[in-house]
């Protein structure tokens, strides 16, 4: 199975665009993502709305849980509260219910779909190998995807040792099966890379491979939006960076 997986689209609905545009061109069995929906971007409801039919799973991340009011929001910095509060007061009943629904966990192909970490499915940050080798051990999962950093990455699990490696657009990445991965497939409305290109990534499950894919899209356009809305200045400033 060739799957595609799509992760932290935060409601900007042409990044969204752009990267479903581009998957017409590549040849997938299905499709999944591993969560926030919502958050920081303007389209919330039209981002659910346009995924969700598509979808073979999909697990809930943090902004997802915030927006519905699921889980406190202190923690985050103050012009994410004020795009969630922004959210809250736009989200549909049906987006609501959309997202209230969604699991934390999900595995398709035996491929284990999270937002965050396996250790902490919708909350923790896998940046480095130490935290990784935290989920490689409190889990048995073999491949498993991870977002929620909007960074792509891989980690690797060779003889109890932990490694990480850059994930190269266009270039398929061998996982064979004598070591067990972290995949990180970045970010689709709101990369932070550096590079303001949406993201995602295409895994082979059957000869086990990752190919990472970046999209441009018309960021202009979604930042006019956000201006529109009243959302952050800096939260639409941001998309043209990829910071």
Same mark, same amino acid.
């Given at each position: 199975?060739?799957?595609?997986? =799509?992760? %932290? !689209?935060?409601?900007?609905?042409?990044?969204?665009?752009?990267?479903?545009?581009?998957?017409?061109?590549?040849? &997938?069995?299905?499709?999944?993502?591993?969560?926030?929906?919502?958050?920081?971007?303007?389209?919330?409801?039209?981002? !659910?709305?346009?995924?969700?039919?598509?979808?073979?799973?999909?697990?809930?991340?943090? &902004?997802?849980?915030?927006?519905?009011?699921?889980?406190?929001?202190? %923690?985050?910095?103050?012009? #994410?509260?004020?795009?969630?509060?922004w959210t809250r007061q736009v989200l549909t009943n049906t987006s609501r219910d959309y997202l209230a629904a969604l699991p934390e966990r999900a595995d398709v192909e035996g491929?284990?779909?999270?937002?965050?970490?396996?250790? /902490?499915?919708?909350?923790? *940050? !896998?940046?480095?190998?130490?935290? #990784?080798?935290?989920?490689?051990? #409190? %889990?048995?999962?073999?491949?498993?995807?991870?977002?929620?950093? &909007?960074?792509?990455?891989?980690? !690797?699990?060779r003889n109890h040792r932990v490694s990480a490696r850059g994930l190269l657009p266009e270039v398929s990445v061998p996982l064979p099966p004598s070591h067990r991965y972290i995949?990180?497939?970045?970010?689709?409305?709101?990369?932070?890379?550096?590079?303001?290109?949406?993201? *995602?990534?295409?895994?082979?499950?059957?000869?086990?491979?990752?190919?990472? &894919?970046?999209?441009?899209?018309?960021?202009?356009?979604?930042?006019?939006? /956000?201006?529109?809305?009243?959302?952050?200045?800096? =939260?639409?400033?941001?998309?043209?960076?990829?910071?």
């Amino acid at each position: 199975m060739r799957l595609a997986v =799509l992760s %932290d !689209i935060h409601a900007n609905l042409e990044a969204l665009e752009a990267v479903l545009a581009h998957l017409e061109a590549q040849s &997938h069995d299905a499709l999944v993502c591993l969560g926030d929906f919502v958050g920081y971007g303007p389209d919330p409801n039209e981002c !659910i709305d346009r995924l969700k039919g598509q979808l073979r799973a999909a697990v809930v991340g943090n &902004h997802d849980l915030a927006a519905i009011g699921a889980r406190p929001i202190d %923690d985050f910095n103050l012009f #994410a509260q004020e795009a969630v509060l922004w959210t809250r007061q736009v989200l549909t009943n049906t987006s609501r219910d959309y997202l209230a629904a969604l699991p934390e966990r999900a595995d398709v192909e035996g491929l284990l779909l999270v937002h965050g970490s396996p250790r /902490m499915p919708a909350e923790e *940050y !896998i940046l480095d190998t130490r935290t #990784a080798r935290a989920s490689f051990v #409190a %889990d048995g999962f073999r491949i498993a995807l991870v977002g929620h950093t &909007h960074q792509p990455a891989l980690f !690797i699990e060779r003889n109890h040792r932990v490694s990480a490696r850059g994930l190269l657009p266009e270039v398929s990445v061998p996982l064979p099966p004598s070591h067990r991965y972290i995949v990180n497939v970045g970010s689709v409305g709101q990369p932070r890379d550096g590079d303001p290109r949406a993201s *995602y990534a295409i895994v082979e499950t059957e000869a086990p491979s990752v190919t990472l &894919h970046r999209v441009p899209y018309p960021y202009t356009q979604t930042q006019g939006k /956000m201006q529109a809305a009243g959302l952050p200045v800096l =939260l639409g400033e941001r998309l043209a960076l990829g910071r």
